[in-house]
């Protein structure tokens, strides 16, 4: 009797469930939510400028608000992102050191003051370091430290020489004797800690209580590089950098934060206390900001002018850092992710990236910023497309919808340029007023495939693919559900219906004006079901049961039942659950992963067969276990907005905010980091050595890659995720009314490609 109370309690929770799923509010057909909102909080946005110079910049600090910089062992002044040669100053610097509430030049020739605008030696002795000790300023040479008193540097040597810390010179009467005099020395660097004096000597960190100097005063642990470049007392510890990580002082315990530990780079050079409880590294791969439990990496060409840091300087919310081949400057602001979006929507603007409804990203030619008639420009608009549907669900801001509307237009223009109802263009071009080339080569190496519209205005690019079929069923039925109107929605379902009997009559393949299948255009059994398309059975099977429901459900029309039904006896559905290629390395495509999740969120808002819903859903929960440890938020939200499952919000939101404010796509390498290694409690299922941050790579599993900085692309992905997430109320809205947090004001600017001048998109209803 209990067996069959427990079988029936359970039937009925399992039917409660599928009766939630189906019949719940949103487009996502969920009510569970195992997932708790996080708050848009005011976080601190870094960007940078960069200063290039010929010769390495040597030395940096921070004097009255201004930045003095050492170039050719010659001071400058930093002014708005140029050098100035400061002609009044001391000649031959070593180092620029702030210390005491002056700047000093460490000099071949001696030490300099500066102050009340003016250079002062003090002393003629060459200096290595500088530091304020019990309340005074101290400066060391090679051999010997100094406190200034009256202006003048005084010797902290005692007359009888130093003691030593070896009991064995300790005489009874407490006297010391030494057969050689105790050296202090050679010191490359002196700092105070827990108000006793520190001593840096090649390989070697020295304790110096004024009498005695301790080599030995370290009870635990000891350095791993002979290489030791600079010191700095920080709260309870002092760290020492060195050629194979971090050293830690504590008391009389000295531990090493390797790449292991989360260093990105064990190499440093030098280090400078932050502005938020941080701690800035040198390293000669890169800087590192660290962080309560976490670790940035700023590395060349996106964020440093070279690799090599010399020397760093830290003010208000800004970081100067110096290597050997120019000045970066990293400026913190405070931000919100509404603030980021509005951001993003005017850098749209300003880089002209827009084009008759179209996204684009551009490229450099020459000199100039081309917008770029890509082989996918319906695929680059649909993220726009979705981002301003679910701005206008989530605001009702009317500029949203009309954004949504002229997106919309421009996919359905598409296929409305094309003879052939239902076979549609990869991009539209205009002779008269794109500055892009028409591109020569197709897809898979073939030759492109051009052709002249009717009114001879444009021409038109074929050989349409599976992408941007899948981005069309995505973006605009997500445009039905949300922000169409009136004749929108007709045309939105008018323009899926055409697509899909065009595949479906055409025994699931999409063929082109030559009467032939487009080379990736290609459902059908003979391919799918053969070695020759077996790779692309998964995804594409997915793609096919996407298109058929999402018909289905928007015409009522039965021919598009059939096609499930024909899908499914054929075993597609089963084959969506292993969709995610995990192996051979070369069948991997992270691109595949964005058109998985655009199929996932399109099936499952329409399906209502809970057979059908049961094996896309197990295929989902193997796809988003491969790609969970990435934090990608578009994985992630799509995730919790189908399954209603806890998705590691906090973590997206966490990527969303490290997503750079520069969206030009410089060069970037991580695999010669240190830190290569798996966070914890995530798994690499295809063979990513880890996953990287937004700041530090263009993709979640691309540790090298890049385009010199000669791309520009657009942030639509962030647009779409940030506002899905507030549709699903993943993420609230933030608690803060303050305009310069939560906007960004136009500023009519244009930084990238020339506007449009060519004729007009033409209207189509």
């Known amino acids: 009797m209990k067996a069959i109370i427990r079988k029936s309690v359970t039937v009925s929770f399992l039917m409660l469930i599928v009766s939630g799923l189906v019949n719940s509010q949103g487009v996502t057909g969920t009510i569970q939510k195992l997932w708790e909102p996080q708050n848009d909080e005011v976080f601190l946005q870094e960007s940078v400028k960069k200063i290039l110079t010929d010769n390495p910049v040597t030395g940096i600090a921070i004097h009255e608000n201004s930045c003095f910089a050492v170039v050719g062992e010659k001071i400058w002044i930093v002014e708005n992102e140029v050098l100035t040669l400061d002609k009044g100053s001391p000649v031959g610097i070593k180092r620029l050191i702030s210390a005491g509430g002056d700047l000093w030049a460490l000099a071949s020739s001696g030490l300099y003051r500066f102050k009340e605008g003016k250079w002062q030696q003090l002393d003629d002795k060459e200096f290595v370091d500088m530091c304020v000790h019990q309340g005074k300023v101290h400066a060391a040479t090679s051999g010997e430290i100094y406190r ?128 938020d ?142 003879p052939k109802e239902g076979f549609f263009a990869r991009a539209i071009f205009s002779p008269t007023g794109d500055n892009d080339e028409m591109a020569t080569q197709g897809s898979g190496g073939l030759p492109a495939k051009w052709y002249k519209s009717k009114d001879g ?128 390395p070369e069948s991997i495509a992270p691109w595949d992963d964005d058109l998985a999740f655009q199929a996932y969120n399109t099936i499952l808002r329409y399906t209502t067969d809970p057979v059908l819903r049961s094996v896309i859903l197990r295929s989902l929960e193997r796809t988003w276990e491969v790609k969970r440890m990435y934090h990608t938020p578009w994985f992630n939200f799509s995730y919790g907005a189908l399954t209603g499952n806890d998705c590691e919000l906090e973590q997206s939101v966490k990527y969303m905010r490290e997503y750079k404010l520069d969206c030009i796509e410089y060069s970037y390498r991580n695999t010669d980091r240190d830190d290569l290694f798996m966070e914890k409690g995530y798994t690499s299922y295809e063979g990513a050595i880890r996953a990287f941050s937004p700041r530090e790579s263009s993709g979640g599993m691309e540790a090298d890659g890049g385009a010199g900085g000669r791309v520009v692309r657009e942030p639509t992905e962030f647009l779409r995720d940030y506002w899905m997430a507030r549709y699903n109320g993943f993420i609230k809205a933030p608690s803060t009314n303050d305009p310069d947090l939560i906007s960004v004001k136009l500023s009519g600017n244009n930084y990238g490609a020339k506007p449009y001048s060519g004729p007009a998109r033409p209207v189509l209803y």
Not at 158 to 174: E, I
């Open 148 to 275: 200034l008193e009256n202006d003048r540097f005084i010797s902290i040597k005692p007359a009888g020489g130093y003691n030593s810390s070896d009991m064995t010179v300790l005489m009874a009467d407490g006297s010391q004797v030494h057969a050689e005099p105790v050296r202090l020395g050679p010191i490359t660097r002196i700092e105070s800690y827990s108000n006793t004096l520190y001593v840096l000597e090649p390989g070697k960190i020295v304790m110096f209580d004024g009498l005695i100097v301790n080599r030995d005063f370290v009870d635990w642990g000891k350095l791993l590089s002979p290489k030791t470049t600079d010191m700095l007392s920080f709260g309870s510890r002092m760290f020492i950098s060195t050629g194979k990580g971090l050293g830690v002082l504590r008391g009389a315990s000295l531990s090493v934060i390797k790449g292991s530990d989360g260093l990105p780079v064990e190499n440093t050079t030098c280090l400078t206390a932050g502005f």
């Open 457 to 584: 205005k444009w021409y038109w690019k074929g050989d349409t693919s599976s992408d941007e079929v899948t981005a069309h069923f995505y973006a605009v039925s997500l445009f039905y559900d949300l922000a169409a109107e009136g004749k929108e929605k007709e045309m939105a379902r008018e323009h899926l219906r055409r697509i899909a009997s065009y595949i479906q009559e055409n025994g699931w393949v999409l063929i082109d004006m030559d009467g032939k299948p487009t080379r990736w255009g290609q459902w059908n059994p003979e391919y799918l079901l053969r070695p020759y398309g077996y790779v692309d059975r998964g995804l594409n099977g997915l793609e096919a049961l996407t298109y058929m429901q999402t018909t289905l459900t928007l015409t009522g029309d039965k021919k598009f039942k059939a096609g499930l039904d024909q899908l499914i006896k054929w075993g597609y559905d089963q084959n969506t659950i292993r969709q995610k290629n995990t192996f051979p």
């Open 277 to 418: 409880g941080d701690l800035w590294i040198g390293t000669t791969n890169g800087l590192v900001r660290m962080l309560t439990g976490e670790w940035h990496y700023f590395g060349a060409d996106q964020w440093l002018p070279g690799k090599n840091v010399n020397g760093i300087a830290v003010g208000n919310k800004v970081v100067y850092a110096a290597t050997d081949k120019g000045i970066s400057i990293l400026i913190y602001e405070p931000y919100t992710l509404l603030k980021k979006a509005s951001f993003y929507e005017r850098h749209l603007d300003e880089w002209g990236q827009r084009r008759l409804g179209f996204i684009h990203h551009l490229y450099k030619k020459g000199d100039e910023w081309i917008r770029e008639i890509s082989d996918n420009d319906g695929g680059n608009t649909a993220p726009y497309l979705a981002a301003m549907s679910y701005k206008y669900a989530v605001t009702g801001d009317k500029k949203a919808r009309e954004e949504a509307v002229n997106a919309f237009n421009a996919m359905i223009w598409l296929e409305r340029i094309s």
